[in-house]
């Protein structure tokens, strides 16, 4: 009968686990470590032969020497060099005027190249540059990965007053509620709240990812268009009923918007290979 007991008790210490982290508050981290995995691998499937031969030959002795593998680099430099994530902080993100069209103005939103936009288009010409050192190319390749999920991630063209919704609180009927009443922050219900409530692993949502149905996507030039994208994402923010006005989740809400999220990161993997291909095997 030990082993038994001991099976139980491993199993109540797994729940108990996996309750602790239910009630933690959610990352804010664009899509989360799994929406980014999942833009890589998109990606991957999308480039060219040549691209990924020489995404392979930069990527040769990483940890794990795959797209996905680099995908949430430049979210753990925070803890793991944090001078240098906090010079890239800035580039995460963009903030759009909220008084216009979500019309891109690099001198007024994004001064010295530091936000998404610019970090996009300063790092794909690192990565497309031969005379730079495989080291820079591996950390611009890294960047590259990261970044163009992050715009695909509409509160990372949001507003500034709420920091792209990180500062508006949300009350999620089901899970533990923090002071104040609420139980997580709008960015991260979009991060990866929305994401992990589907259930599905990596392999099954990459899957369903691939069913979605989206424009083709064209071969892009050097600087990528990376204000386009960010326009198309400040765009979905303004939506009617992307906020949800009492500050308290809907029933429906995941239903609603859960699809449009998925949207944005097929177009995530699919504009993240065009970037790649022109800067990785340009004219091939």
Known sequence: MTEPRASARSARRL???????????????????????????LAWDGMSPAARAEA?????GEPDPTLPGIANWADELRANDPDLGKRSGKWHYVNLPEDGDCHYDAARDCPNGNCAVG????QAAILADRGKSKAERLQALKFVVHIVGDVHQPLHAGYARDKGGNDFQLAIPGQPERPGGYGANLHSLWDSGML?????????????LKRIQVPAVSAVGLPPPAADWAEESCKLVRQPGFYPPTHKLAPDYVATWRPLAETQLRLGGEHLAKVLDAALAPGR
Not at 24 to 39: F, I, K, T
Not at 56 to 60: D, I
Not at 119 to 122: C, P, T
């Open 119 to 122: 970090a996009i288009q300063a």
């Open 15 to 41: 729940l108990g686990a996996a309750a602790l982290v239910l009630a933690l508050p959610l990352p804010a981290l664009a899509w989360g470590p799994q929406g980014h995995r999942l833009v890589a691998e």
């Open 56 to 60: 392979g030959q930069l990527l040769a």
């Open 196 to 208: 992990s409530m589907s259930k599905l692993g990596d392999e099954r949502y990459l899957a369903k």
